[in-house]
């Protein structure tokens, strides 16, 4: 069996090793689930890669975490970069730099060199989401951080083990510039025996099939893969596909979308990406430095061939030009980037999702909620030792619309569907904080022949905490959620507070950091539903009085987005039945006048939301209107820009209208 | 007196009578019917089973199963807190496909417009934050009974904590609501987590009055027709259970039989001295692998009969790929050779069956290769041998440049690498070493994969039952009454009172005590095994740790976690607090279990009845290799490879230098030499 290949391997044997890589790659993923402590890194936020010598990427986790994709060559070849020859069997490193392609600083990634006979043959990498950092408040996620010395520490390639010895006083360094050291040192050891799993299964392999044919198959593997992607491609029609999307403003320039723009281009079996164009950096954390944003390419298009699998071979089939240096989505330092997850990130993915939708129709989808990540950090009053507390939360949303299709309803962000949300009687043991509700929010699923699917919403209310901050990370309170082919937006994202002794809850917005509070405050956010596909007049009808039964439509909402007139025949037993006498009409009388409503005066349109005549749906879905929804000023520019959105992506496909 | 097990699978019904006095083997199969029940009583008859003469009548079904996936059940509804009625279709979030946009979770067992709120809540301590609004409940009960809702399942935050609103609704509920079933999650599972507790509650509640019915309606017609024992249902953990605690736990029928084949394997492998057993039973279209370790199966709680919709009662680890005899050969977009999932079923089957199937299977390539003979059951059916070739060469050989015989040899070898991949899975990857267990195959197709299997996992021994087609069914005769009862319990464990956990672990005991009284099995026939679930402080996942009764100490329970921890996982975090996380109680009552038959040896050398020319290793000419009969295979009987044994169901391929030895319960047991000691 052991017969040693000098190049080219057989196809049995290609099959038989690229089938061990995943197994291996998936064994780092069981053992890190095992034993971690960070609840981040057990809900799944956490990605394992099996690299060559050159810090390809020749396996990555087939249940990893979207945003990791694409990112874990980068930071195995910083390693290369930084140490060159000194690399020696037991050594370990870690790196977090999104400078050196990392992602975020809680990101912290644990790389073992593997050697056989000597030689350098692979590295086996493991990154995992540490639940602090440090930097400015508790969770590492700072809002305002404009630039990344407030976000926590920051850990270029460095060596944390010595020729199989622990270097202590590194790790200590480490660990003690996060709040809670005990589990990021728990979370170290965790991670670096997951790459001595591979290590150990990859030189099982070099026993048998020799070092030669394992290190030839790292190789074959990413050819194999490039090959696939280039002959699907090839396969499509060329074409160039062009469109934009936005985050919500730049705090230096005030209100007005910030916009992210992506080509595509598909030319032969090549693939090509070009972002430029796209706005400079923001005076916030949401920007994405360049290996994020060539995560966000890569999984976006990975959503359009989900049996490819994925390594270097599939980036290199890939191209990618991100424009200008220093832009929202090509960030460099010392710009902060923590919160690229809800700004540029998402924004380029569900960019792709779009441009890929008009290449296969049949795998269209409209744009998922925003991810979004709530921070209550403070002393935990329960105990008499008062520890510290991180209620550190995200939700499902709803994802877009599909061609035939409605969206998802509840489902984890595009960030990466295998990210679990926590159950809240574990917060509540670990927390000062009583969950005060967690459900559908209706009418949330952005209107369309095809619904996207519905967002939830949650809240708390913190009993005994002491010293407590908010701080929130996400996006599209402007923005809004958006429908493709004539489907409308979804519903804002952004948290409400209410405190101890008010009567009314005031809006924080989608984004702010370090916001005090404390015993009796109550808050709650919703998480967007996905946008809708389709003109929503040309929704079946019996698809929304099904709709309005389980309460995911209402009734009022059944006539103003759809058109749809539903009565109740009896509530007691979730019977409606569909008027279609006047849904028929209602339907005349929206298509008729639909296009003038989106030109009707915002300021107009703002006095009647604050007046309380129109609601936030109305005024996005109706009008087109963008507004401050706690104060109802209007934001004018950001309105302009909306309604062109939405002129783009909904009203040029409707008929008649 | 007979031993009768009843298999329900989704195609056949598969019946297995042991008589207990000369331990001959009896075999039924016939087609499964929509009321399965009818299928079990034809069944029996085409089996000739005398219902008054049987001890012990064990059964399997996927009535729980497919109900599940059909959601074909009552009326069901849910009544929860107010503002979490929706935790059940939340789930965690995730979605099992990671990439594929387009395939999605499957809707709850319950619909939205079925689950009602109402005001109550207690805090992660059981304090109560919010009085239960018995009016509330009321009004809710008045609605069910509106809607015609048959059963109700009972699911309020916290309630593991402190169950009183759930008892207290479910009092009302009752009161108002006639012959409704009414469960509630901290009788199902009082477990911390609201998602998994509601799931499991759920799944109970719409299956209690369908399962509850039928299994009663089944004890009654066995009854009638003269059977005098306990029905025994196989459940999930491994164990049977009683129509009575089946009408309080029908959840743990889901998944009901999956379990039989790791329990015979357990069984076959104990027979034959070993402790450590991986079970591997390849059918037609995929293969179970399961893992028995120092003589218990490993099992698991975190599973689900679909995707998102967790069933939290411990089930017997099984591994299922797509690998039989049935999986398709082929090669993909960028020139690579697959194996499977995908199968030809047995319409139109392998190419060699003649039926039209044009994709090469395994089957033909074994057949190719000469592992299996043109005749299979025993000359009831013939495979084209150049059907087989036409296919290999078509799909595979002529693509990849090879000729038919070394293609065939490829598709073999492929196959073999995903099984033994799924193998690792569940071996290396959890810790254990293969090189410590003995490897038991069975099922059609598994006689013929596992030498090479245990080759190249290192396994020393494999283990071929005596009937490698009807192993699992059989498994159903070897199992005792089981019951799973924990409580939570957390807390540092040096800050831990003992004399309390020696208390609450007395609690789950009487409990579990008197549940099996209630089935009347006899005091001396009751084993109870403690374990506790710890972990690191910071950790999220436990390891149970099993503990001695009475308790005195929880000293020695950390210190075998620590060992334990290292086993599992290499390394163990001595500065590091351990915590305690639960309690649980295993209830065994034993069982009067079918006995395997046992033959006194015969030294006697056997006869080839032919010899057919077989490639064993890819790549090598062909060797001629003699072909035993099984039937003719005594006890005693040994001989080295390269050989092949047919028998009615399946094929033993004996690599060359192979050492065969028959043993007294006519089980082949097969010793491989590895080739490298090192």
């Given at each position: 069996?052991?017969?040693e290949t000098?190049?080219?391997?057989?196809?049995?044997t290609?099959?038989?090793?690229?089938?061990?890589?995943?197994?291996?790659?998936d064994?780092?993923a069981?053992?890190i689930?095992?034993?971690?402590h960070?609840?981040?890194?057990y809900?799944?936020?956490f990605?394992?890669?099996?690299?060559?010598?050159?810090?390809n990427?020749?396996m990555?986790?087939?249940?990893?975490?979207?945003?990791h994709?694409?990112t874990?060559?980068?930071t195995?070849?910083?390693?290369i970069?930084?140490f060159?020859?000194d690399?020696?069997?037991?050594?370990?490193?870690a790196?977090?730099d999104p400078?050196?392609?990392g992602?975020?600083?809680?990101?912290?990634?644990?790389i073992?060199?593997?050697f056989?006979?000597?030689?350098?043959?692979?590295?086996?990498h493991s990154?995992?989401?540490?639940?602090d950092?440090?930097?400015?408040?508790?969770?590492?996620?700072?809002v305002?951080a404009?630039?990344?010395?407030?976000e926590?520490?920051r850990?270029p390639?460095?060596?944390?083990a010595?020729?199989g010895?622990m270097?202590?006083?590194?790790?200590e360094?480490?660990?003690?510039n996060?709040?809670?050291?005990?589990?990021?040192?728990?979370?170290?050891?965790?991670q670096a025996e997951?790459?001595?799993v591979?290590?150990r299964?990859?030189?099982?392999l070099?026993?048998?099939?020799?070092?030669?044919t394992?290190v030839?198959a790292?190789e074959?593997v990413?050819?194999?893969?490039?090959?696939?992607?280039?002959?699907?491609?090839g396969e499509?029609p060329?074409?160039?596909w062009?469109?934009e999307d936005?985050?919500d403003?730049?705090?230096a320039e005030g209100?007005?979308?910030v916009p992210v723009?992506?080509?595509?281009?598909?030319?032969?079996?090549?693939?090509?990406?070009?972002?430029?164009?796209?706005h400079?950096?923001?005076a916030?954390?949401l920007n994405?430095?360049?290996g994020?944003?060539?995560?966000?390419?890569?999984?976006?298009?990975?959503?359009?061939?989900?049996d490819?699998?994925?390594n270097?071979?599939?980036y290199r089939?890939?191209?990618?030009?991100?424009g200008e240096?220093n832009s929202?989505?090509n960030a460099?330092?010392p710009?902060?980037v923590?919160g690229?997850c809800?700004?540029?990130?998402?924004?380029?993915?569900?960019?792709?999702?779009?441009l890929w939708?008009?290449?296969?129709?049949e795998?269209?989808?409209a744009c998922c909620?925003?991810?979004?990540?709530l921070l209550?950090?403070?002393?935990?009053?329960r105990?008499?030792?008062?520890?510290?507390?991180?209620?550190y939360?995200?939700m499902?949303?709803?994802?877009?619309?599909?061609?035939g299709?409605?969206?998802?309803n509840?489902?984890?962000?595009?960030?990466?569907?295998?990210l679990?949300?926590?159950?809240?009687?574990?917060?509540?043991?670990l927390?000062?904080v009583?969950?005060?509700?967690?459900?559908?929010v209706?009418?949330?699923?952005?209107?369309?022949?095809f619904?996207?699917g519905?967002g939830?919403?949650k809240?708390g209310?913190?009993?005994?905490a002491?010293?407590?901050?908010?701080?929130?990370?996400c996006d599209?309170?402007?923005?809004?959620?958006?429908g493709?082919?004539?489907?409308l937006?979804?519903?804002p994202?952004g948290v409400?507070?209410?405190?101890?002794?008010?009567?009314?809850?005031?809006f924080?917005g989608?984004?702010?950091?370090?916001?005090?509070?404390?015993?009796?405050?109550v808050?709650?956010?919703?998480?967007?539903?996905?946008g809708?596909?389709?003109?929503?007049?040309e929704?079946?009808?019996e698809?929304?009085?099904?709709?309005?039964?389980?309460g995911?439509v209402?009734i009022e909402?059944?006539?103003?987005?759809?058109?749809v007139?539903?009565?109740?025949v009896?509530a007691e037993l979730?019977e409606?039945?569909?008027d279609?006498?006047?849904t028929?009409?209602?339907r005349?009388r929206?298509r008729?006048?639909?296009?003038?409503w989106?030109?009707?005066?915002?300021?107009?349109v703002?006095e009647r939301?604050?007046?309380?005549e129109?609601?936030?749906?109305?005024?996005i879905?109706r009008?087109?209107?963008i507004?401050?929804w706690g104060?109802g000023?209007?934001?004018e520019?950001?309105?302009?820009q909306?309604?062109?959105?939405l002129?783009?992506?909904a009203?040029?496909?409707?008929?008649g209208? | 007196m007979?031993?009768v097990?009843?298999d329900?699978?989704?195609t056949f019904?598969?019946?297995?009578?042991?008589d207990d006095?000369s331990g001959?083997?009896?075999?039924?199969k016939?087609?499964?019917t929509?009321?399965?029940?009818?299928?079990v009583?034809?069944?029996?008859?085409?089996?000739?089973?005398?219902?008054?003469?049987v001890?012990l009548f064990s059964h399997?079904?996927?009535?729980?199963?497919?109900?599940?996936?059909?959601?074909r059940?009552p009326?069901?509804?849910?009544?929860?807190t107010r503002d979490f009625?929706?935790?059940i279709?939340?789930?965690?979030g995730?979605?099992?496909d990671?990439?594929d946009?387009?395939?999605?979770?499957?809707?709850?067992y319950?619909?939205r417009?079925?689950?009602?709120?109402?005001?109550?809540?207690?805090?992660f301590?059981?304090?109560?934050v919010a009085e239960?609004?018995?009016?509330?409940?009321r009004e809710?009960?008045?609605?069910l009974k509106?809607?015609?809702?048959?059963?109700?399942?009972?699911?309020f935050?916290?309630?593991?904590?402190n169950?009183e609103h759930?008892?207290?609704?479910?009092?009302?509920l009752?009161e108002?609501?006639?012959g409704?079933?009414v469960?509630?999650?901290s009788?199902v599972?009082p477990?911390i987590?609201?998602?998994?507790?509601f799931?499991t509650t759920?799944?109970?509640a719409?299956?209690s009055?369908?399962?509850?019915g039928?299994?009663?309606?089944l004890a009654?017609e066995?009854?009638?027709?003269?059977?005098?024992g306990?029905?025994l249902?196989l459940?999930s953990?491994?164990?049977v259970?009683t129509?009575?605690?089946?009408?309080?736990?029908?959840?743990r029928?889901?998944?009901?039989?999956?379990?039989a084949?790791a329990?015979?394997s357990?069984h076959?492998?104990a027979?034959?001295?070993?402790?450590?057993?991986i079970?591997?039973?390849?059918?037609g279209t995929?293969?179970?692998?399961?893992?028995?370790y120092?003589?218990?199966p490993?099992v698991?709680?975190?599973?689900?009969?679909?995707?998102g919709?967790p069933?939290?009662?411990?089930?017997?680890e099984?591994?299922?790929?797509?690998?039989g005899?049935?999986?398709?050969?082929?090669i993909?977009?960028a020139?690579?050779?697959?194996n499977g999932?995908?199968?030809a079923?047995?319409?139109?089957?392998?190419?060699s069956?003649?039926?039209?199937?044009?994709?090469?299977?395994?089957?033909d390539a074994n057949l190719?290769?000469g592992?299996?003979g043109?005749?299979?059951?025993g000359?009831?059916m013939e495979?084209?041998?150049?059907?087989?070739?036409?296919a290999?060469?078509?799909?595979v050989?002529?693509?990849?440049?090879l000729d038919?015989i070394?293609?065939?040899?490829a598709v073999?070898?492929v196959a073999n690498?995903n099984?033994?991949?799924?193998?690792?899975?569940?071996?290396?990857r959890?810790g254990?070493?293969?090189?410590?267990?003995?490897?038991?195959v069975?099922?059609?197709a598994?006689?013929?994969?596992?030498?090479?299997?245990?080759r190249?996992?290192?396994i020393p021994?494999v283990i071929?039952?005596?009937n490698?087609?009807?192993?699992s069914?059989?498994?159903?005769?070897?199992?005792?009454v089981?019951?799973?009862?924990?409580?939570m319990y957390?807390?540092?464990?040096?800050e831990v009172?003992?004399g309390e956990v020696?208390?609450?672990?007395?609690?789950?005991?009487k409990?579990?005590r008197?549940?099996?009284?209630?089935?009347?099995?006899?005091?001396?026939?009751?084993r109870?095994?403690?374990e506790?679930?710890?972990r690191?402080?910071g950790q999220?996942?436990?390891?149970?740790?099993?503990?001695?009764?009475p308790l005195?100490s929880?000293?020695?329970?950390?210190?075998?976690?620590?060992a334990?921890?290292?086993?599992?996982h290499?390394?163990?975090?001595?500065?590091?607090?351990?915590?305690?996380?639960?309690?649980?109680?295993?209830?065994?009552?034993?069982?009067e279990?079918?006995?395997l038959?046992?033959?006194?040896?015969?030294?006697g050398?056997?006869?080839?009845?032919?010899r057919?020319k077989v490639?064993?290793?890819?790549?090598?000419?062909a060797?001629?290799?003699p072909?035993?009969a099984r039937?003719?295979?005594?006890?005693?009987?040994?001989f080295?490879?390269?050989?092949?044994?047919?028998q009615l169901?399946?094929?033993v391929?004996?690599?060359?230098?192979?050492?065969?030895?028959?043993?007294?319960?006519?089980?082949?047991?097969?010793?491989?030499?590895?080739?490298?000691?090192?």
């Open positions: 069996m052991s017969t000098d190049y080219k391997l057989d196809p049995v290609l099959e038989v090793l690229k089938n061990a890589f995943v197994t291996i790659v064994e780092m069981e053992q689930l095992r034993t971690c960070s609840f981040v890194i809900c799944r936020d990605s394992s890669a099996l690299c060559d010598a050159q810090g990427t020749v990555q986790g087939s249940q990893d975490i979207a945003v994709v694409g874990l060559h980068l195995a070849k910083a390693v970069e930084t060159g020859e690399i020696h069997e037991g050594d370990l490193f790196i977090n400078y050196s392609g992602t975020h600083f809680n990101d912290v990634r644990i073992r060199p593997i056989h006979d000597g030689e350098l043959i692979a590295f086996s990154n995992g989401h540490w639940a950092v440090g930097g400015s408040v508790p969770g590492s996620f700072d305002s404009k630039e990344h010395f407030a926590g520490i850990i390639a460095v060596r944390i010595d020729r010895t270097r202590d006083d590194v790790v360094l480490i660990v003690s996060t709040r809670v050291p005990s589990d990021a040192k728990g979370d170290l050891r965790a997951s790459t001595r591979a290590e299964e990859i030189l099982r070099c026993e048998k099939y020799g070092g030669n394992v030839t790292f074959e990413q050819d194999y893969v490039e090959r696939l992607t280039r002959k699907r491609i499509l060329d074409g160039v062009e469109t936005y985050l403003f730049d705090p209100e007005g979308l723009k992506v080509k595509l281009e598909i030319d032969g079996e090549e693939l090509r990406y070009d972002l430029s164009g796209s400079p950096a923001v916030t954390f994405s430095s360049f994020t944003t060539f995560s966000g390419i890569v999984g976006g298009t990975k959503t359009f061939f989900p490819v699998p994925l270097s071979g599939f089939a890939i191209e990618v030009d991100a240096e929202v989505i460099a330092w710009v902060a923590t690229f809800s700004g540029g990130y998402e924004k380029v993915t569900n960019s792709v999702y779009e939708s008009q290449v296969m129709p795998r269209a989808m909620f925003n991810l979004e990540y209550v950090g403070g002393r935990d009053a105990t008499d030792d008062r520890p510290v507390f991180m209620w939360d995200w499902v949303g709803g994802w877009g619309g599909r061609n299709k409605d969206g998802a509840c489902t984890s962000p595009v960030f990466g569907v295998g679990a949300v926590q159950p809240l009687e574990g917060q509540e043991r927390t000062p009583l969950t005060t509700a967690h459900q559908i209706p009418d949330s699923g952005g209107p369309g022949r619904r996207g519905v939830v919403s809240g209310r913190l009993t005994e002491e010293d407590a901050v908010m701080s929130y990370c599209r309170a402007r923005s809004i959620t958006w493709i082919e004539g489907g937006p979804s519903i994202h409400w507070l209410r405190r101890e002794g008010e009567d009314e809850a005031k924080l989608a984004t702010f950091s370090n916001v005090d509070v404390g015993p009796g405050d808050f709650t956010r919703p998480s967007a539903g996905g809708g596909f389709g003109d929503p007049l929704r079946d009808p698809a929304v009085v099904e709709d309005v039964a389980d995911y209402t909402r059944a006539c103003i987005d759809y058109g007139v539903v009565n109740e009896d979730a409606y039945e569909l279609a006498d006047r028929e009409q209602e005349k929206i008729d006048e639909r296009a003038g989106l030109k009707e005066d915002a300021e107009k703002a939301y604050r007046d309380g129109l609601d936030t749906m109305d005024a879905r009008h087109g209107v507004l401050d104060t000023e209007l934001f520019r950001t309105t302009e909306f309604r062109a959105m002129k783009r992506r009203a040029d496909h409707w008929n209208g | 007979t031993s097990a009843v329900v699978g989704g019904t598969d019946v297995c009578v042991l006095d001959d083997i009896r075999v039924a016939v087609p499964s929509s009321d399965p029940l009818e299928g009583l034809a069944g029996v008859e085409e089996a000739g089973i005398d219902l008054s003469d001890r399997g079904t996927t009535v729980a199963t497919n109900a599940l996936i059909t959601r059940f009326p069901a509804a849910m009544v929860t009625r929706d935790v279709e939340i789930r965690r995730t979605r099992d990671l990439w946009a387009y395939k999605d979770v499957a809707p709850p319950i619909r417009r079925d689950r009602f709120e109402v005001t109550e809540r207690v805090d301590a059981g304090e109560v239960l609004a018995e009016d509330e409940v809710v009960a008045r609605l509106k809607r015609e809702i048959e059963t109700v399942a009972v699911c935050i916290n309630a593991f904590a169950p759930e008892r207290r609704a479910a009092e009302i009752r108002e609501l006639d409704v079933s469960t509630t999650s009788e599972l477990e987590f609201e998602h998994e507790r799931s759920v799944a109970n719409v299956l009055p369908l399962v509850g039928y299994v009663s309606r009654d066995l009854e009638q027709r003269g059977y005098q306990d029905l249902l459940h953990g491994g164990g259970m129509p009575r605690t089946v009408e309080k736990l029908a959840v029928l889901a998944a009901s039989g999956i379990a084949g329990i015979a357990r076959i492998a027979l034959c001295g070993h402790e450590n057993a079970g591997l039973d390849m059918g995929s293969t179970d692998i399961s893992l028995v120092e003589g218990e490993k698991t709680k975190e599973w689900s009969v679909e995707y919709y069933i939290r009662f411990p089930s017997i099984v591994l299922t790929i797509g690998a005899g049935g999986s398709l050969a082929w993909d977009e020139g690579s050779l697959r999932p995908q199968s079923g047995a319409d139109p089957g392998p190419a069956y003649g039926r039209g199937g044009e994709a090469p299977t395994n089957t190719l290769l592992r299996l043109t005749e299979l059951i000359g009831g495979l084209d041998r150049d059907a087989a070739e036409a290999i060469r078509d799909k050989a002529d693509p990849l440049g038919p070394d293609a065939a040899g073999i070898e690498a099984m033994a991949d799924a193998v690792r899975l569940i071996s290396i959890k254990y070493d293969p090189r410590e267990f003995a490897l038991v069975f099922g059609g598994g006689p013929l994969h596992g030498a090479a299997l245990a190249e996992l290192m021994t071929v039952p005596p490698p087609g009807v192993t069914a059989l498994g159903c005769l070897l199992v005792d089981r019951h799973d009862l924990s409580e957390s807390g540092k464990a040096d009172d003992a020696e208390e609450a672990f007395a609690r789950l005991e409990d579990a008197e549940m099996l009284d209630a089935e009347g099995i006899p005091e001396d026939r009751v109870l095994t403690r506790i679930d710890m690191y402080v999220w996942r436990a390891l149970p740790i099993e503990v001695e009764a005195e929880l000293d020695p329970v950390v210190e075998a976690f620590h334990e921890h290292e086993r599992e290499s390394y163990r975090r001595e500065d590091s607090p351990v915590e305690v996380y639960q309690l649980n109680v295993r209830a065994v009552g034993e069982t279990k079918a006995e038959p046992s033959h006194d040896a015969d030294g050398d056997p006869e080839p009845t032919g057919r490639v064993f290793q890819r790549g090598e000419d060797v001629e290799a072909v035993f039937d003719d295979l005594p006890a005693g009987a040994a080295e490879g390269p050989a092949l044994i047919d169901d399946s094929t391929l004996v690599p060359p230098g192979v050492k065969v030895e028959v043993d007294e319960w006519l089980n082949i047991r097969m010793q491989i030499e590895q080739e490298d000691e090192s």
